[in-house]
Nanobody
Framework: QVQLVESGGGSVQAGGSLRLSCALSGYTYASYCMGWFHQAPGKEREGVAG???????YYADSVKGRFTISKDNAKNTLYLQMNSLKPEDIGMYYCVAGYSTVAGGCPPLSDVNFSYWGQGTQVTVSS
């Protein structure tokens, strides 16, 4: 059974940093894409970052230059380093995993493309 467990959320002031972690277990496919989704209060979930099997990364325009996605394959752990946090970054952050494309990359960062979700971790940014 695939499990994704996030940690690292919390409360920071605007301009501050947080690092989210996600431990993956039970995923037996050799090729997969992992990522992070953000759901702001009252809004739909949106993909903010993805990373494929080869380590190629993908970012939403809203977080480019501020967030960095990475993974430690030996530990089966995904990370999201969030710098220069803004009040609009408030919300739940979900770790996701799903099948890679035929070419081995990540599918578009839409929630329909990811089969496995963590329970989410809350991020609060005060201005």
């Amino acid at each position: 059974q695939v499990q994704l467990v996030e940690s690292g959320g919390g409360s920071v002031q605007a301009g501050g940093s947080l690092r989210l972690s996600c431990a993956l277990s039970g995923y037996t496919y050799a090729s997969y894409c992992m990522g992070w989704f953000h759901q702001a209060p009252g809004k739909e979930r949106e993909g903010v970052a993805g990373i494929d099997n080869d380590g190629t990364t993908y970012y939403a325009d809203s977080v480019k230059g501020r967030f960095t996605i990475s993974k430690d394959n030996a530990k089966n752990t995904l990370y999201l380093q969030m710098n220069s946090l803004k009040p609009e970054d408030i919300g739940m952050y979900y770790c996701v995993a799903g099948y890679s494309t035929v070419a081995g990359g990540c599918p578009p960062l839409s929630d329909v493309n990811f089969s496995y979700w963590g329970q989410g971790t809350q991020v609060t940014v005060s201005s």
